[in-house]
């Protein structure tokens, strides 16, 4: 007896210890039953509008609620109004249209921010008004000071390159260096030329041309690395103006809806590789410290410091805060059209026996790539003419066959001309063509005269060839050389109409209205290697997003013509 009863409890005590797991689930679902679950609520809920997404898998919406600074979930607002609570507040687009904030994949922002205090060429297609812009300056200025400003375009009053007889007797006491639109040539007044040591015998430099009379007498104008002969000489801008330049910058991008700059810094041919070093330093990480940030900004630096950005991203990261993301290293192996020294495999008709320069050798170029890439980092080379991109491509190529297969999305800037079948190599091998849709309207009357009709209709600006290839397209604007506005970028993209013009120039490279926002959103994300976190208005990403003025998808896609009515970065509305 006493044995069964020893038997009987030993089996009941197996049985309940095998059914104790199930019990305590059946205890804990219970009692979790009888908590209420914790509702996420939205901070924002913007309603009845037209919501492109850029998100593939769901590219329209009419709502969309936000918390955190993210999006929280994109769709009908049937789907959304749970998340509407104490707290949150609801925007009422009323049917207007709202995009992604816009990326623009190349600026140099400081320099825009400082030209905009300077003396502003832009647009001036009168060599009358070009010396009065000048002798305004000079009258405002102290005595012996430098008068520094740019974005004049020679092509705008007939080509004629100006010289310093055009301001010399109305600059006799100061200092006058004007650089072209491009930033591949710059205007010296004999004064400036004077202090520079710039005479008949300087040499021209490696890279670099000093334009000069049929005498030898330099004219004033400096091309490339020839720039470096004056700008050596002229006062670096104080810190506290580069600050106040990034402020001023950062607001007016903002007004033309771009939340997120690709800035590959004030690096150019003929000024040291320090200034992008110094900026960030002394502008970007104090504005990031003192919460001044307003716009997300992707910083490039020199390639020549490269292995300065790898000890950098090791000690700190990619990403630095929400605002600021350390990208890769830039570099040159060409110059400009309009200052005849982009690289091409044919003379220009204006310049014979002139096919442009190479602003750096190219085996050094190689070198400093391959060591970047293969320590991992993103390369960005500047090249715009036919050769100067083949021998990119060739590059790129050698190097990832060295190097080893990764996603390097390394990128060529510009990309603007391109030999027949080089457009095609772009997807090929996985290289982003940064491109800037808005020099299109500069070059479409220059490029016939310096290349000739066939070869200009042929090989310039090849959106559409590049789409067809599956390069990946980013757009920019390259600020301060074109202005920074991507609504109007994407207008010039599907449209290709230049100023006084009837018909598109090159109509076969016009490209989709889809395709021209998607170059400003997702792929410029996905070229920079942000696409995680931005360019599209999709679960989880930050929550940027521009309202238009338009009430018609269909009007805007057909016409592009919109303004910004309010910009949002993080969710809140930082313009107007």
Not at 195 to 218: C, F, H, K, N, Q
Not at 401 to 420: S, T
Request: proline residues 4%.
């Amino acid at each position: 007896m006493n044995r069964f009863v020893i038997i009987s409890a030993a089996v009941f005590l197996l049985i309940s210890l095998a059914y104790l797991p199930l019990l305590n689930q059946l205890y804990w679902s219970t009692l979790t039953s009888l908590i209420p679950p914790v509702r996420v609520v939205a901070d924002l809920l913007v309603t009845n509008g037209t919501i492109f997404t850029s998100d593939a898998s769901s590219p329209f919406a009419d709502s969309m609620a936000i918390r955190n600074g993210r999006v929280l979930k994109v769709g009908s607002f049937t789907t959304l109004k749970d998340f509407v609570g104490d707290g949150t507040v609801e925007v009422n687009l009323e049917g207007k249209v709202v995009v992604p904030g816009l990326i623009d994949s190349h600026v140099h922002l400081i320099s825009g921010g400082v030209q905009m205090a300077q003396v502003g060429l832009r647009g001036v297609s009168q060599k009358e008004e070009f010396c009065r812009m000048v002798k305004d300056a000079v009258k405002n200025a102290k005595e012996g000071s430098w008068i520094l400003g740019g974005g004049w375009n020679n092509d705008f009053w007939g080509g004629e390159l100006p010289s310093a007889s055009w301001i010399d007797e109305i600059s006799p006491h100061n200092p006058v260096w004007l650089i072209r639109m491009d930033g591949h040539m710059g205007l010296a007044n004999s004064l400036t030329l004077k202090i520079a040591g710039v005479t008949s015998l300087t040499e021209d430099p490696v890279g670099g041309t000093i334009m000069r009379l049929p005498s030898g007498e330099p004219t004033g104008l400096l091309i490339e690395s020839a720039m470096e002969l004056v700008t050596s000489f002229v006062k670096e801008v104080s810190v506290d103006e580069r600050r106040e330049a990034l402020l001023r910058a950062s607001k007016y991008a903002l007004t033309r809806g771009v939340t997120t700059v690709v800035d590959l810094g004030r690096y150019y041919p003929g000024t040291t590789d320090e200034l992008s070093w110094n900026d960030f330093q002394d502008v970007y990480l104090w504005a990031d410290s003192a919460k001044k940030m307003i716009i997300r900004t992707c910083l490039f630096f020199p390639i020549t410091t490269w292995s300065r950005l790898v000890d950098l991203k090791l000690q700190k990261g990619d990403i630095l805060s929400e605002w600021l993301y350390l990208g890769g290293v830039k570099a040159f192996i060409d110059g400009s059209l309009g200052s005849n020294s982009a690289l091409f495999y044919e003379e220009y008709l204006d310049t014979p026996n002139n096919h442009g320069l190479e602003v750096m050798d190219p085996e050094i170029l190689s070198n400093l790539t391959m060591s970047a890439d293969k320590s991992g980092l993103q390369v960005a080379i500047h090249a715009i003419g036919d050769k100067a991109n083949d021998i990119i491509l060739d590059m790129y190529e050698s190097v990832a066959a060295a190097n080893g297969e990764r996603d390097r999305r390394v990128r060529i800037e510009h990309a603007q001309h391109l030999a027949p079948g080089s457009s095609a190599r772009f997807g090929q091998h996985h290289i982003v063509a940064s491109v800037q849709p808005d020099h299109l309207l500069d070059d479409a009357d220059t490029a016939p005269k310096k290349l000739g009709f066939d070869r200009a209709g042929k090989e310039s600006y090849l959106f559409q060839s590049l789409l067809n290839g599956n390069a990946l397209v980013a757009f920019g604007s390259d600020w301060p050389v074109a202005d920074i506005n991507p609504l109007h970028s994407m207008r010039t993209a599907v449209k290709r109409l230049p100023p006084k013009w009837d018909h598109a120039w090159i109509p076969s490279e016009c490209i989709s209205f889809t395709d021209a926002l998607t170059a400003h959103t997702i792929s410029a994300a996905r070229a920079a290697f942000l696409d995680q976190h931005l360019g599209s208005l999709s679960p989880g990403k930050l929550a940027d997003f521009v309202i238009l003025s338009t009430s018609s998808w269909d009007e805007f896609s057909k016409h592009g013509s919109a303004s910004v009515l309010a910009t949002y970065v993080g969710g809140k509305q930082v313009h107007p």
